[in-house]
């Protein structure tokens, strides 16, 4: 009886451990061999043109959600061979290489990058908004605070500096870039519209019928 007894318990748990093996199997077939509707067409894409470095992005970008960040990081690293200022897969290969963490290697990147793009505001700009994209707010801010050293008087940053400040629920920061940015552009509706929901009013001046028959208007702040 003992005998019996042992072979069925050891009947059942090779029937176990091989429900289990086969379970973690088909999960590993799931995480990295699922292919969808949005991989065959970017495959395609790519088959048909290599060099083609938007497709190996989005095909980066489908890894990075699958949690496969080292082919992640393979096709933002494809995308950058074939253009390097894809800001987005620049801000995306730090993402990727923080997520594997790989600190020190981010930070390399991150820093690379920023260099690369600091010969213009604009430049700095699409990047920092790439950072943001990812999540990655502090590579966003210091891109943001460098290109501003280079146009200070830019409405545009400063409007872009206030609403980063805003997403972060700093209203102080966010008012004064705000602030600063309508008072270089008057004629900007969704900045006033912000500052009045921070109680600043703004008076935003309406465009002249005719420089006879009418002067500028006067832009307002509370104090």
Not at 24 to 48: C, G, M, P, S, Y
Not at 73 to 94: C, G, I, M, N, R
Not at 162 to 177: H, I, N, V
Request: charged residues 25%; contains cysteine.
């Amino acid at each position: 009886m003992k005998n019996v007894a042992a072979s069925l318990l050891i009947a059942v748990l090779s029937f176990v451990c091989g429900c289990t093996n086969s379970s973690q199997k088909k999960t590993e077939r799931v995480n990295t061999d699922v292919i969808d509707a949005e991989k065959i067409q970017l495959q395609n894409r790519i088959d048909r043109k290599f060099d083609d470095p938007q497709a190996h992005y989005q095909l980066g970008k489908i890894y990075q959600r699958e949690g496969l960040l080292e082919r992640a990081a393979w096709e933002f690293t494809l995308a950058l061979q074939f253009d390097p200022v894809h800001y987005s897969a620049q801000a995306a290969k730090v993402r990727v290489y923080k997520d594997l963490g790989q600190a020190d290697r981010s930070a390399i990147a991150a820093e690379l990058f920023i260099d690369q793009a600091g010969g213009s505001a604009e430049s700095l700009t699409l990047l920092g908004r790439a950072f943001q994209t990812e999540g990655l707010d502090d590579y966003a801010l210091t891109c943001y605070q460098k290109a501003l050293d280079r146009a200070p008087n830019s409405a545009l940053l400063h409007k872009q500096i206030g609403f980063f400040y805003l997403s972060k629920g700093d209203t102080l920061r966010a008012e004064e870039y705000l602030r600063k940015s309508i008072q270089i552009d008057p004629y900007q509706p969704d900045v006033a519209e912000q500052l009045g929901k921070l109680g600043v009013v703004i008076q935003v001046p309406q465009p002249t019928q005719s420089r006879s028959s009418s002067a500028p208007a006067q832009t307002t702040t509370a104090p």
